[in-house]
């Protein structure tokens, strides 16, 4: 498959994505990622319960994170800002330790997911993690933090599965550098993200304008990466724009304790998001402006021309004589308005009775 070669290369025609068997790209429903994140708090029960949630809710995909804390953090880490207005306290080195996800159920979640049939995603954010992932998903995501760790986006795409790579707090010149590194390890399946990274995100900070930015460079399926706490704006406006991927967080409720669960969907919320981003696609149709069928009826109601009054034949036709009105679902093509100025000064071929719609036929043109 031909890709855009970035570095002084051209832009690459709009592609499209397979992953885990289902297409990704214009044309298509939008890929719908219910992102269960670390929201199963360490309980593989409530694991399977969120997998449950994203299944009725109608997801393409679930999909978790799989990391070490001592690959991500330095142990003497602080607490973070955004979670100390939540109330957590703790260093951040520690809450990732008790957030991850052990690899022994990466297996039995994928097994899970194949028994609901949705797929199952996980993101990586070291090669370890990576490397047990390879064979539980169809596609890897890189999230918005790692996009300046070229090494393990390299690592990643090396493997030759489809990449989703989130580009929150990035510029364009850090996006080009993550793209043109999946491109030169011979990668060319690829999905970008435009995201936030702000947790919850306001409305304001969204930008999914961005999406068109992005496609327009890029030439590859373009999606959002949603943090803001409302559950519809953001993903709607961005299916408009013609997201081809959308990403939510989603809990089973904001009470729980966590740091993620307070901005996330609830189990009512995700399944609507998902029922109107379908609604959307359904009314965005097509590129194509034509009659359609359901219009056809309304054909036989535009304004045509018709006779004011009873006109003898010989008669001139003038504006005295004559008015454009619309037609009470009459099938006749009668005469457009739009020869009215040429009809007058005309004469009838034959007597016309008083409010006729006129025919090209009954004039002597």
Same mark, same amino acid.
């Given at each position: 498959?031909?890709?855009?070669?970035?570095? %002084?290369?051209?832009?690459?025609?709009?592609?499209?994505?397979?992953? #885990? %068997?289902?297409?990704?790209?214009?044309?298509? =429903?939008?890929?719908?990622?219910?992102?269960?994140?670390?929201?199963?708090?360490?309980?593989?029960?409530?694991?399977?319960?969120?997998?449950?949630?994203?299944?009725?809710?109608?997801?393409?995909?679930?999909?978790?994170?799989?990391?070490?804390?001592?690959?991500?953090?330095?142990?003497?880490?602080?607490?973070?800002?955004?979670?100390?207005?939540?109330?957590?306290?703790?260093?951040?080195?520690?809450?990732?330790?008790?957030?991850?996800?052990?690899?022994? @159920?990466?297996?039995?979640?994928?097994?899970?997911?194949? &028994?609901?049939?949705?797929?199952?995603?996980?993101?990586?954010?070291?090669?370890?993690?990576?490397?047990?992932?390879?064979?539980?998903?169809?596609?890897?995501?890189? /999230?918005?933090?790692?996009?300046?760790?070229?090494?393990?986006?390299?690592?990643?795409?090396?493997?030759?599965?489809?990449?989703?790579?989130?580009?929150?707090?990035?510029?364009?010149?850090?996006?080009?550098?993550?793209?043109?590194?999946?491109?030169?390890?011979?990668?060319?399946?690829?999905?970008?993200?435009?995201?936030?990274?702000?947790? =919850?995100?306001?409305?304001?900070?969204?930008?999914?304008?961005?999406? *068109?930015?992005?496609?327009? *460079?890029?030439?590859?399926?373009? %999606?959002?990466?949603?943090?803001? +706490?409302?559950?519809?704006? /953001?993903?709607? /406006?961005?299916?408009?724009?013609?997201?081809?991927?959308?990403?939510?967080?989603?809990?089973?409720?904001?009470?729980?304790?966590?740091?993620?669960?307070?901005?996330?969907?609830?189990?009512?919320?995700?399944?609507?998001?998902?029922?109107?981003?379908?609604?959307?696609?359904?009314?965005?149709?097509?590129?194509? &402006?034509?009659?359609?069928?359901?219009?056809?009826?309304?054909?036989?109601?535009?304004?045509?021309?018709?006779?004011?009054?009873?006109? +003898?034949? %010989?008669?001139?036709?003038?504006?005295?004589?004559?008015?454009?009105?619309?037609? =009470?679902?009459?099938?006749? #093509?009668?005469?457009?308005?739009?020869?009215? *100025?040429?009809?007058?000064?005309?004469?009838?071929?034959?007597?016309?009775?008083?409010?006729?719609?006129?025919? =090209?036929?009954?004039?002597? @043109?």
């Amino acid at each position: 498959m031909s890709h855009r070669k970035f570095l %002084g290369g051209e832009k690459m025609s709009e592609k499209t994505v397979i992953i #885990g %068997g289902k297409k990704v790209g214009d044309g298509m =429903p939008a890929f719908i990622i219910a992102e269960a994140g670390s929201n199963h708090d360490g309980k593989l029960d409530q694991a399977k319960k969120l997998i449950d949630i994203a299944a009725n809710a109608g997801a393409d995909a679930v999909k978790f994170q799989t990391f070490k804390a001592d690959l991500m953090y330095p142990r003497k880490s602080g607490a973070v800002e955004y979670l100390k207005k939540l109330g957590v306290n703790k260093s951040i080195y520690d809450i990732i330790k008790e957030m991850e996800m052990p690899y022994e @159920w990466l297996g039995v979640l994928a097994d899970y997911c194949k &028994k609901k049939k949705l797929l199952f995603l996980s993101t990586p954010f070291d090669e370890q993690s990576a490397d047990i992932l390879e064979k539980y998903v169809p596609a890897f995501k890189i /999230a918005s933090y790692e996009i300046t760790h070229l090494p393990l986006i390299e690592y990643i795409a090396k493997k030759g599965k489809p990449m989703i790579i989130s580009t929150g707090a990035a510029n364009m010149g850090e996006i080009d550098e993550a793209v043109d590194t999946v491109y030169k390890a011979g990668n060319p399946q690829l999905c970008l993200m435009q995201c936030t990274a702000k947790y =919850p995100s306001p409305l304001e900070a969204i930008n999914t304008r961005v999406i *068109r930015t992005l496609k327009d *460079r890029f030439g590859v399926p373009v %999606g959002l990466s949603d943090h803001s +706490r409302e559950a519809l704006p /953001a993903p709607i /406006a961005a299916v408009s724009l013609g997201a081809n991927l959308v990403e939510k967080h989603f809990t089973i409720s904001n009470s729980m304790p966590g740091p993620d669960h307070t901005f996330a969907l609830e189990p009512d919320e995700l399944e609507n998001m998902v029922q109107q981003i379908r609604m959307a696609e359904r009314a965005l149709g097509s590129f194509e &402006k034509k009659l359609l069928p359901e219009e056809s009826e309304l054909v036989n109601y535009r304004r045509a021309i018709f006779t004011r009054g009873e006109i +003898r034949k %010989g008669e001139i036709f003038s504006s005295k004589n004559l008015i454009i009105l619309r037609k =009470p679902g009459l099938k006749e #093509g009668g005469v457009a308005p739009k020869e009215m *100025r040429r009809l007058i000064g005309k004469k009838a071929k034959l007597d016309l009775t008083s409010e006729l719609l006129l025919q =090209p036929d009954d004039v002597i @043109w």
